[in-house]
């Protein structure tokens, strides 16, 4: 059982570059979120969707776009990194929004 | 906002029950108390979650005020892998659970 995957684990990008960080899972989970954290800080909720089509901002969402085409993936995108979005980035899904959430392992953003 | 108040540090001696405790002062009658943990350089971890009752489960116990403003996680008995950061999360008005900045818990041997 998969559960929640995360590609890159690793990724260094330079100012102004784009990319996009892969999540993907297996549980049919409607809800879908991404959160990055700082070092020594808590998680931050930068997107999240309920579902297939939707979905909406966090606390966080300046410099990520975000879609939900299916129910399975929700990948995040870098429009043009900054140093400021040096972070570990988390994937996590749940039955529904107010379930469990199963995070993905990480994805570790370095931008020089 | 829906925001928690955790003390920034605990310890515990290993083998001794921990109880470890949040404030929830703006919840609303229809949101769920979340606990998670963070073990270093992985990702959160469900520990428990409840609504009005205490609840139980292999890992923990949490038990939550009558009126709903604060709840406890406790642990049993703690072990060295018990060490992480604890976070008591709740959903607030909008679909989405914010993590602040948890609870250290130091495990002693």
């Known amino acids: 059982n998969a559960g929640v995957t995360q590609t890159p684990k690793f990724q260094v990008l330079k100012t102004g570059q784009s990319m996009t960080l892969q999540c993907a899972q297996d549980?049919?989970?409607?809800?879908m979120s991404w959160y990055r954290q700082d070092p020594g800080m808590g998680l931050r909720l930068i997107h999240y969707?309920?579902?297939?089509?939707?979905?909406d901002q966090g606390e966080v969402p300046n410099g990520y776009n975000v879609s939900r085409s299916t129910t399975e993936d929700f990948p995040l995108r870098l429009l043009s990194a900054a140093p400021s979005q040096t972070s570990v980035y988390f994937c996590?899904?749940?039955?529904?929004?107010?379930?469990?959430?199963?995070f993905g392992e990480g994805s570790r953003l370095t931008v020089l | 906002d829906a925001k928690t108040t955790q003390p920034n540090s605990m310890e515990s001696n290993e083998e001794e029950p921990v109880h470890l405790p949040c404030n929830h002062s703006?919840?609303?009658?229809?949101?769920?108390i979340h606990w998670y943990r963070q073990l270093p350089s992985q990702g959160p971890e469900y520990v428990i979650h409840?609504?009005?009752s205490n609840v139980n489960n292999r890992m923990a116990s949490l038990a939550i005020a009558e009126d709903r403003k604060s709840s406890t996680l406790i642990l049993h008995r703690a072990t060295l892998r018990d060490a992480a950061v604890y976070y008591c999360?709740?959903?607030?008005?909008?679909?989405?659970?914010?993590f602040g900045s948890g609870t250290q818990l130091t495990v002693l041997p």
């Open positions: 409840g609504l009005t």
């Open positions: 969707s309920v579902g297939a089509g939707i979905t």
């Open positions: 549980m049919n989970h409607e809800y």
């Open positions: 999360i709740f959903s607030g008005s909008a679909r989405q659970l914010t």
């Open positions: 996590a899904s749940s039955y529904r929004w107010t379930g469990e959430l199963f």
């Open positions: 703006t919840i609303s009658g229809t949101d769920y």
